[in-house]
């Protein structure tokens, strides 16, 4: 059976730590070879995503594959979802793998569907297993350690969050969330409450980043206008995390929670790493993906 990468929780403990520290370990991350040689990758993307798109075709390209990619025009969201049964086992002839992106995940039953090319996630309102794995490499990266740190979300729910609340169950990170007045919080509680991890709910952009090492700026979709003027990381609100805290955006620039720009301009901000790390992380998918499972994970 195809091995799959969907979201966090289907992947493992195991696999997400192997992951995480073959990311670390790439000597260069645009190093080229041939691994996907003869290898064709499918890109299905439901949503526009030219970061998702760009990382995705990179690492396939980088290692010597070649990218098909639909985008969001056409109609074969509809055939997917009406044939989808009957679809899947011809892409087989004509594919090696596929991404799917902009697509809820948490319905899917890959153990039905007897698949025999490997599906992965490349980002859905539910899952973002790549972001979040390469988030926690950039954390390794500059801490060393995950014992003891304290990442601060603020933003909408998006599938990075879900990822990185999913996470929490196999790295020992501590998450405080603040959501917009527009979110409902409810389902954020009910999941930190089942992953039983460091998961905390707080009320403002103040308390969420009070003391912590990584603030992450979500996405701003959901805010009202009077929080657009107060939902924005300034140089006063970094200040209230530690003194060595990093910035690290869970959305495109355009679409995140605003930063200040001499923040994005200093030592502070991970963005360039960021990109680098899922560079990393999308290849060593793609090695998991394919290698036969000779340790079990």
Not at 68 to 79: K, P
Not at 87 to 101: G, Q
Not at 248 to 265: E, F, K, Q, T, W
Request: hydrophobic share 45%; charged share 20%.
């Amino acid at each position: 059976m195809a091995r799959h990468i969907l979201n966090i929780k289907s992947l493992g403990e195991k696999a997400s730590w192997l992951l995480v520290q073959q990311a670390l370990g790439m000597p260069e991350p645009k190093l080229q070879t041939d691994f996907m040689a003869q290898r064709v990758a499918l890109l299905m993307f439901s949503q526009h995503s030219l970061p998702e798109r760009l990382c995705v075709s990179a690492a396939v390209r980088q290692m010597g594959g070649n990218v098909v990619y639909e985008g969001s025009r056409g109609s074969w969201r509809n055939e997917m979802n009406d044939y989808q049964e009957q679809l899947l086992p011809v892409f087989s002839y004509y594919i090696d793998c596929m991404y799917m992106y902009g697509m809820p995940v948490g319905g899917w039953d890959m153990e039905a569907s007897c698949l025999r090319f490997p599906l992965i996630n490349a980002g859905s309102p539910d899952a973002h297993p790549a972001h979040a794995l390469a988030d926690i490499a950039c954390m390794l990266r500059n801490s060393r350690y995950l014992d003891g740190v304290t990442c601060g979300w603020l933003g909408c729910v998006n599938g990075t969050l879900h990822s990185l609340m999913a996470a929490t169950a196999w790295f020992p990170i501590s998450l405080r969330i603040a959501v917009p007045s527009r979110v409902d919080p409810a389902p954020l509680k009910e999941a930190a409450e089942r992953y039983g991890s460091r998961i905390t709910i707080v009320e403002n952009v103040e308390e969420a980043v009070r003391g912590v090492n990584y603030v992450f700026a979500g996405c701003r979709s959901g805010l009202t206008d009077e929080e657009r003027e107060s939902w924005q990381v300034t140089p006063e609100l970094l200040a209230k995390a530690a003194h060595d805290a990093h910035l690290m955006l869970s959305a495109s620039p355009i679409a995140a929670i605003r930063v200040d720009d001499s923040i994005l301009a200093s030592k502070a901000s991970l963005l360039v790493q960021q990109a680098e790390y899922r560079l990393r992380v999308h290849k060593r998918m793609l090695h998991w993906v394919f290698l036969d499972n000779e340790s079990g994970i």
